[in-house]
C-alpha cells in the first residue's frame, strides 16, 4: 500500500471532471422537476447525446460542434417525451422508462461505427501565469470550458428560480398547474421548454463522458450515471447548491476510491466500489432533513379543463 | 340610462351534451353589486370563464362600457380591468405572498415594492396580511384575503367573486362586506356569485338567475324573498324539512374526555372532548374546517382507535373496535369526501354498495360475495333516495357530486343504524337534493336513531339539529339547544379563530 502515490492536486482536480456529467444532468432534471414534470428518461438522453457528439466530434474534429449536437440531440430525444406526455398525455413514469430504453437503443445502433475511435482532445483553459499556478491553477485555471458551463449553469438556474419572474412562472406551474393555467400561464409550453432544457443539459453530460472523461465509446457508457443524477435531485430537495454539492461529493468519492484501489489498500474492491453511493445518499438524507418538499404537481398531467 | 359597466347579450356556449349557458344576457351597471345566482350545474362557472377569457363563447357578444369585448386570455381580460376571486382559490401553497401576488399580475414591480404595496393595499380595505408568510400556512379566510388583494392591486372595474363566503366564518364575512362595501362606494362593479341567498339580499343591488343555462329571472334582491329567489333558482316549490316534535330515548354514543393525536401532519389533535347523543337526538357540530372534524370523524368511525373507555355505544365500550365491528354493533358513518373516502371511484354503486353494507345486510356468506342480494341492496338505494344514474352498474366516480351524495348517505340510512354520523352531508349538492338528505336524516332521527351531523353550512344545522355544539382547535363547545341560538352566538362558539377584529374602515 502506497498512499504517497496519490497526488492530492491531481485528485481535485479529477474529482471536479468526474462530477460534471452527473452536474449537468442533475442541474438540467432540477429544472424539468421543478416545473411539475418527472422525466426518467435521463439515462437515455445522456446516452444519446454521448454518441451525437462523439460522431459530430470523430466527423468534424471540432468538439466545440460535438458538444452543441450533444445538447441538439438530447433536447431531440425529449422533444419525444414532451409530445408523448404534454401533448398525448401519456404517464409520465412509463414514458421516461421507455425513453431511456430507446435511447440507449438508439445510440448503440448510431455508435456502430465509432467503437475504438479515439476523439480529438477537447482543450483546456489555458490562461497564461493563472494556469501555471502551482496547485490553484490546476485546480481552478486548468480544465476545459464545459466543466465550467456546468458550473455557471448550476448559479444561473439557482439566480433564476430565485430572481426571476420566469423562475417564478417555472416553480408556479410546478406548484399548481390548475391555478398557474387559471392565472393564464401556458403550462404545456412552459413545461415543453424546461423538458428541452433538461434533454440539452443531459445531451451535454453524456457528450462530457464520452469526449473528456473516459474519451472513447462503448455502448451503454453511461452505466447509470442518469440514475444517479435522477437521485441527486431527490435528495438535494429540488435546491441547485445541493444539485452541486452532491455532484461533488460522488465525484469526489469515486476518485478517491479508484485511487485507493490503485494505491492497493486493504479494503475489498466491491466496499469501494459501493462507497460513493452510500456517502451521497447519506449526506444529502441528512441535508433533506429540512421542510422542502417536492413540487406539488410533480408527475401529475394537465389537461385544460373547461 | 347610462351605459351599463358590462353588458352581455345572448351568450350562448355548449359542450359535447351540455348546453352550459342558453343565450344568457343581462347588465352589470357601474358601482353595481350584481349577484348570480344558480344551483349547481346552472352554468355560472362557465359563464364568468366566458367573462374572464379562460372559455370562448360558440355565439353572443359582450359590451364593455359600450365597446365590444371578447378576452382570448384572461390576460387580456386582467387588461381591460376584469379581476376574478376564484372558488377554490388559485394559489401556490409553497410560494409567499408576495409572489404568489406577482404571479397574477401584467407587471409586478420588485418584490420589495411590491410588498410595501401589499402592506398599503391591505391596511386600506382591513385584510390584514403578512406579504412574507407562506400561504400553505394561512387560514382560508387569509387566503381569501391574498385572492383579493392580487386582484385590488390592478384597479379593477369589475371584481368577480366565485362563491366567496363558502369558507368563512361569520365574522370574517362580516369582514368581507365590509370590503366590499368600500369598494362599491369607490364605484368598482362586483359580480357575485354564491347561492347563500341571505347574503345577497344583505349586500347585492341586483341578481340574475341562471337555471340550466338559462336566464329565468332578474331581481332586487333587498326587495324579494329569499324563499321566492331560492323557488326561481330551483324551479320548483320548496319543502321545508319537517321537523316533528320527539321525545329522546336513552343515551346512544356517549365519549368522555377524549384526546387524541392527529394521525397527518396538518391536522388537529382533539382535546379533551366532550359529547353525548341520545336517541332520536340530531346533533350538528358546527366549525371551519380543519378544526378537528376529520380527526372527530375518524375517533367515531373507528379509522383512529382510542383507549376502550373513551367511546362507548349505549354503554359498550367500543374504543379499540375498528370500523366493520362498530358497524356490526350499529354505529354507521358517512365521511366528508365522497370520492376516496366514502366511496371507491371506480368500483360500480353495486360493489360500492357491498363495501358498507356486507355487514349488516349481509351481503357475504362464508367468504363469498351475494351479488344479487348486494346489486337489489344497490338499486333499492337508488330507487328510495332518488339517484340520477342509469344503473348500479355505473362506476361511482361518473355520478355528479349531488347524486353520489345521496347514494352514500342512503347507504347508510338504509341499513337502519342505531347510531350514524355524517360529514359534510350536503356539501355541494343543489338545494333540492340537499332538502332531501336532510329530511331523510330527520325521518331516521324520528324512528330513535341517534344522528351526528358535522357540517360548515350553519343554515343546515339550525334546520335540522336539536342541539348545537363547535369545533375549534379540536375542543368540542358545551351543546347548545339550538331553538334559542342566535347566529352571533354560533358565530362565537365557533371562535372565530381567524381575523377576529373587524374591518374599520
Not at chain 1, 390548475?178 to 433538461?198: E, P, W
Not at chain 2, 340610462?1 to 359542450?15: D, E, R, V
Not at chain 2, 381591460?80 to 382559490?89: K, L, P, S, T, Y
Not at chain 2, 348517505?409 to 349538492?429: A, D, F, K, M, S
Request: hydrophobic share 50%.
Amino acid at each position: 500500500m502506497d498512499l504517497s502515490a496519490i497526488n492530492p492536486v491531481l485528485l481535485v482536480a479529477s474529482l471536479m471532471v468526474a462530477a460534471t456529467p452527473i452536474l449537468l444532468a442533475g442541474i438540467g432534471e432540477l429544472v424539468v422537476e421543478k416545473s411539475g414534470v418527472l422525466n426518467l428518461g435521463v439515462e437515455g438522453m445522456m446516452i444519446t447525446g454521448a454518441i451525437c457528439g462523439f460522431a459530430v466530434t470523430v466527423e468534424t474534429g471540432s468538439p466545440a460542434l460535438g458538444f452543441v449536437a450533444a445538447a441538439v440531440g438530447g433536447a431531440l430525444l425529449s422533444l419525444l417525451f414532451a409530445v408523448l406526455t404534454q401533448v398525448a398525455l401519456a404517464n409520465q413514469v412509463a414514458s421516461g422508462l421507455a425513453l431511456t430504453l430507446f435511447g440507449l437503443g438508439l445510440s448503440a445502433l448510431m455508435g456502430q461505427g465509432y467503437v475504438g475511435i479515439k476523439p480529438p482532445s477537447t482543450p483546456k483553459l489555458d490562461i497564461p501565469v493563472l494556469s501555471d499556478l502551482p496547485v490553484v491553477g490546476r485546480i481552478l485555471f486548468g480544465h476545459d470550458l464545459v466543466l465550467y458551463l456546468g458550473i455557471a449553469l448550476v448559479a444561473a438556474v439557482w439566480a433564476t428560480l430565485k430572481y426571476t419572474r420566469a423562475g417564478l412562472i417555472l416553480r408556479a406551474v410546478g406548484e399548481n398547474h390548475d391555478a398557474a393555467h387559471a392565472l393564464g400561464y401556458k403550462v404545456i409550453r412552459i413545461r415543453t421548454l424546461a423538458i428541452l432544457f433538461g434533454g440539452a443539459c443531459a445531451g451535454l453530460g453524456g457528450a462530457y463522458i464520452s469526449l473528456v472523461r473516459v474519451p472513447q465509446w462503448t455502448e451503454g457508457m453511461t452505466a447509470g450515471v442518469g440514475w444517479i443524477a435522477l437521485a441527486l435531485v431527490v435528495f438535494a430537495s429540488w435546491k441547485p447548491w445541493r444539485v452541486l454539492l452532491g455532484a461533488y461529493l460522488f465525484g469526489g468519492v469515486t476518485v478517491v476510491q479508484l485511487n485507493l484501489q490503485a494505491a492497493g489498500v486493504a479494503i475489498p474492491v466491491e466496499y469501494l466500489a459501493m462507497s460513493p453511493y452510500l456517502v451521497t445518499i447519506l449526506v444529502l438524507v441528512i441535508l433533506s432533513a429540512d421542510k422542502s418538499r417536492a413540487p406539488a404537481s410533480l408527475g401529475r398531467s394537465f389537461h385544460a379543463a373547461h | 340610462m347610462n351605459t351599463p359597466l358590462l353588458s352581455l347579450q345572448g351568450l350562448t356556449k355548449a359542450y359535447p351534451g351540455v348546453v352550459a349557458n342558453d343565450s344568457v344576457s343581462f347588465d352589470i351597471g357601474e358601482g353595481e353589486v350584481h349577484a348570480l345566482l344558480g344551483e349547481n350545474g346552472a352554468g355560472k362557472s362557465t359563464l364568468v370563464k366566458m367573462i374572464y377569457g379562460l372559455v370562448k363563447p360558440d355565439s353572443g357578444k359582450m359590451l364593455l362600457r359600450g365597446a365590444a369585448f371578447a378576452p382570448s386570455e384572461p390576460r387580456a381580460a386582467r387588461a381591460d380591468g376584469i379581476a376574478m376571486v376564484f372558488q377554490h382559490f388559485s394559489l401556490f401553497d409553497a410560494l409567499n405572498v408576495a409572489e404568489n401576488i406577482a404571479l397574477g399580475m401584467e407587471k409586478p414591480p420588485a418584490l420589495r415594492d411590491l410588498a410595501a404595496r401589499i402592506r398599503e393595499v391591505s391596511e386600506t380595505y382591513g385584510l390584514p396580511l403578512d406579504p412574507f408568510r407562506t400561504v400553505g400556512d394561512l387560514s382560508a379566510g387569509e387566503r381569501q384575503r391574498v385572492e383579493i388583494i392580487r386582484c385590488l392591486l390592478q384597479d379593477p372595474k369589475l371584481l368577480i367573486m366565485d362563491e366567496p363566503t363558502s369558507v368563512l366564518t361569520p365574522q370574517e364575512v362580516e369582514i368581507l362586506f365590509e370590503t366590499l362595501k368600500k369598494l362599491r362606494s369607490e364605484g368598482t362593479s362586483i359580480l357575485y356569485i354564491s347561492h347563500k341567498l341571505e347574503e345577497i339580499r344583505a349586500l347585492c343591488d341586483a341578481a340574475t338567475i341562471l337555471r340550466l343555462g338559462k336566464n329565468v329571472g332578474e331581481c332586487v334582491p333587498s326587495e324579494t324573498s329569499a324563499r321566492d329567489m331560492a323557488e326561481l333558482m330551483v324551479g320548483t316549490v320548496l319543502q321545508t324539512p319537517e321537523r316533528a316534535g320527539r321525545a329522546f330515548g336513552e343515551m346512544a354514543l356517549d365519549i368522555s374526555g377524549l384526546s387524541v393525536p392527529s394521525p397527518s401532519a396538518f391536522g388537529t389533535a382533539l382535546k379533551n372532548v366532550h359529547l353525548a347523543v341520545r336517541k332520536g337526538e340530531v346533533l350538528g357540530i358546527g366549525g371551519v374546517a380543519g378544526n378537528g372534524q376529520d380527526e372527530l370523524l375518524g375517533v367515531l368511525s373507528g379509522e383512529i382507535l382510542t383507549a376502550a373507555d373513551a367511546v362507548k355505544l349505549m354503554d359498550r365500550p367500543i374504543g379499540r373496535l375498528g370500523p366493520t365491528a362498530r358497524r356490526r354493533l350499529g354505529l354507521l358513518t358517512a365521511p366528508e369526501e365522497r370520492l376516496g373516502h366514502a366511496a371507491a371511484p371506480n368500483m360500480s354503486l353495486t360493489e360500492n354498495a357491498l363495501l358498507t353494507g356486507s355487514v349488516r345486510e349481509g351481503l357475504e356468506r362464508n367468504g363469498f360475495l351475494r351479488w344479487s342480494e348486494t346489486q337489489s341492496f344497490a338499486e333499492r338505494i337508488i330507487a328510495e333516495f332518488d339517484v340520477r344514474t342509469p344503473g348500479p352498474e355505473n362506476a361511482a366516480r361518473s355520478l355528479s357530486g349531488g347524486n353520489l351524495q345521496k347514494f352514500v348517505i342512503g347507504r347508510e340510512v338504509l341499513q337502519r343504524p342505531e347510531v350514524l354520523v355524517v360529514n359534510q352531508p350536503t356539501w355541494g349538492v343543489d338545494a333540492s337534493a340537499a332538502a332531501a338528505i336532510r329530511q331523510a336524516l330527520l325521518d331516521l332521527a324520528a324512528k330513535g336513531t341517534a344522528v351526528v351531523c358535522i357540517s360548515q353550512d350553519l343554515d343546515e344545522l339550525m334546520e335540522i339539529a336539536d342541539s348545537f355544539a363547535a369545533l375549534n382547535e379540536g375542543r368540542l363547545s358545551a351543546p347548545r339547544e339550538t331553538a334559542d341560538l342566535s347566529v352571533e352566538e354560533i358565530g362565537l362558539m365557533m371562535g372565530g379563530a381567524h381575523g377576529m377584529e373587524v374591518a374599520h374602515v
